[in-house]
């Protein structure tokens, strides 16, 4: 690999380069870079609009446009499709499987590229791996990447060809189970990510027609036995103007039908690999077989293709689960607020030995008290606290915020949970003696009156 610090369309105008590849997301969205290239070379963005927006199946595609430039040649300008979203995360599958199609198309040629993956979000170990993944489909071949100016970076002819590791960009590999309202969770910017469990017929049961009352957007042909094991997406603001990424998980041929785990598996791959990193949430995926060893199976594919992510599994109010914390494919954490034994099921012991070791908890955490005080002095007044789920929406709006000093902040993973009833209690007890106090007020001046 070679380094340059220039401007990339000028190189690619002055003939520097055959082919020059931009890195591309699926919703025909082009900035920085790509809109230089764009405004440049027009026949780059009429190849993108060619192509569907919102098309999750071109991820680690291409589309191609020729150009003439200096001296009459031809450049090539590839679009490489990396990321699912404008501004989202690399996929780094999608970066290896385009980088094998440009070798494959373009072997012995000069090939250039932007270094704007950096616009994405990347820093640090990401862009090495980036390099590296880059390094090793183009090994043998004459490829440079372009950084902007003021872009410090050493100009350098090799890189290492040691096989790319799996990104380590997760701090903890966490897994959660909550009871609530998946939509409320989501209005409310609790998750950048919710899949939404679909079926091939497009028909909705009871959870998919409240999200796609609460967040309408993207469609796809029904009765297309093609979607299965496929994705499609939408995006809508929330809470701060923030996004919310909505997935359309095809993982049911039919409306009620059973669930197709090969698909399941395919969906979940598609997710972790589009949105590393994010908080994603997800409802109870309900079928016509989804019971017992079935239903746990279900959270076994789940869990081993989102290892090391932060996901969580939102269930009603009224489905009686043992609130977990999973922390690999292979150990379950309970945290007992339930008597529910996730293994009564006799079809479930081929998959109980799965989990001998996992740790029961039955230990409650003592609650700070410096903690506690600040949470119920920051909510006190608040309207919109009305039960627990208000509270732990407040408190992680805190958490967020960095309105809670780091030495506060208790370090299992469930605090939020943990605390909020004790707030709630509090809070409900201030109240009560501020209203005994003003009726105490009021019954001495009635009293004076009388006097």
């Known amino acids: 690999m070679k380094v340059k610090h220039a401007d990339m369309v000028k ?38 609009r060619g192509t569907d927006a919102w098309d999750s199946s071109k991820i680690g595609g291409l589309s191609i446009a020729k150009v003439k430039v200096k001296n009459n040649k031809w450049l090539v300008i590839v679009n490489a499709y990396t990321l699912l979203l404008a501004d989202g995360n690399v996929n780094y599958h999608a970066l290896r499987d385009v980088m094998k199609q440009v070798q494959r198309n373009f072997y012995g040629q000069r090939i250039g590229y932007p270094s704007s993956f950096r616009s994405s979000g990347m820093r640090g170990n990401e862009w090495d791996l980036i390099k590296k993944i880059i390094v ?130 395919d969906v979940m791959k598609q997710v972790q690999r589009n949105f590393h990193g994010q908080r994603i949430g997800y409802p109870k995926l309900r079928s016509a077989g989804a019971t017992g060893s079935e239903g746990d199976l279900i959270k076994k594919i789940i869990v081993e293709e989102l290892i090391g992510e932060d996901h969580t599994l939102v269930h009603d109010f009224d489905d009686q689960e043992a609130e977990v914390e999973l922390l690999s494919g292979d150990d379950l954490t309970f945290n007992k607020r339930q008597k529910t034994d996730l293994w009564t099921s006799p079809s479930a012991s081929s998959n109980r030995e799965q989990f001998d070791n996992a740790e029961v908890n039955t230990t409650v955490q003592p609650l700070d008290e410096s903690l506690l005080n600040l949470l119920v002095e920051k909510l006190t007044g608040r309207e919109s606290c009305n039960d627990e789920e208000d509270i732990q929406f407040e408190i992680e709006e805190f958490v967020r915020d960095g309105e809670i000093p780091q030495d506060l902040i208790p370090h299992n993973y469930d605090w939020v949970q943990d605390i909020s009833s004790s707030v709630l209690k509090l809070l409900e007890k201030n109240a009560e003696a501020k209203s005994k106090g003003y009726k105490k007020g009021s019954s001495a001046k009635s009293n004076k009156r009388r006097n």
């Open 11 to 48: 190189l690619a105008e002055n003939g520097e380069f055959d082919v020059i590849v931009q890195w591309c997301n699926c919703e025909c969205i082009m900035g920085s870079m790509a809109e230089q290239i764009k405004n440049a070379f027009p026949g780059s963005y009429k190849a993108d």
């Open 136 to 265: 090793e489909e183009l090994n043998g071949e004459d490829h440079t990447v372009v950084h902007d100016y003021g872009v410090e970076e050493e100009e350098e002819e090799e890189v290492d060809h040691t096989l790319v590791q799996q990104p380590t960009m997760v701090k903890r590999n966490i897994g959660k189970v909550r009871h609530g309202d998946v939509i409320k969770w989501a209005e409310n910017g609790s998750f950048d990510v919710i899949v939404h469990w679909r079926n091939c017929e497009c028909i909705m049961d009871s959870m998919a027609e409240q999200i796609k009352k609460s967040f309408s957007g993207g469609g796809t042909d029904a009765c297309d036995s093609s979607k299965i094991g496929r994705v499609s997406f939408a995006k809508v603001k929330v809470k701060y103007n923030n996004w919310l990424v909505i997935v359309n998980a095809y993982t049911q041929l039919l409306a009620g039908g059973n669930v197709n785990y090969h698909a399941l598996r």
